[in-house]
């Protein structure tokens, strides 16, 4: 059975920085696509990063435009864990980021396995 647990959200002021982690079990981690996404009250979940890899090397990394240069994907195999480090925070980053896996496209139907979310919240 394949659990994402997140964890590293809060509060932090415009411009500041913060690092989400997801940590998997029952998934091989060496062969996993793997994305994050966000949704905010009143909208659709909407796509944010997601990586690819195969045989333990990056096969693609994709990102939403709106997060292009700011937020990065990376991972830790030792650890089964994925990040998202989060730069130049802007109040409409604020939403319930969400881990998941199973697909690395931007719709989030194709995503098997969800984590159960944790809040960002950027003040202005």
């Known amino acids: 059975q394949v659990q994402l647990v997140e964890s590293g959200g809060g509060l932090v002021q415009a411009g500041g920085s913060l690092r989400l982690s997801c940590t998997a079990s029952g998934l091989t981690f060496s062969n996993a696509a793997m994305g994050w996404f966000r949704q905010a009250p009143g909208t659709e979940r909407e796509f944010v990063v997601s990586?690819?890899?195969?045989?333990?090397?990056?096969?693609?990394?994709d990102s939403a435009d709106s997060v292009k240069g700011r937020f990065t994907m990376s991972r830790d195999n030792a650890k089964n864990t994925v990040y998202l480090q989060m730069n130049s925070l802007k109040p409409e980053d604020t939403a319930v980021y969400y881990c998941?896996?199973?697909?690395?496209?931007?719709?989030?139907?194709?995503?098997?396995?969800w984590g159960q979310g944790t809040q960002v919240t950027v003040s202005s």
């Open positions: 990586i690819y890899w195969s045989g333990g090397r990056l096969v693609s990394a």
């Open positions: 998941a896996a199973g697909a690395f496209i931007r719709e989030a139907r194709a995503y098997e396995y």
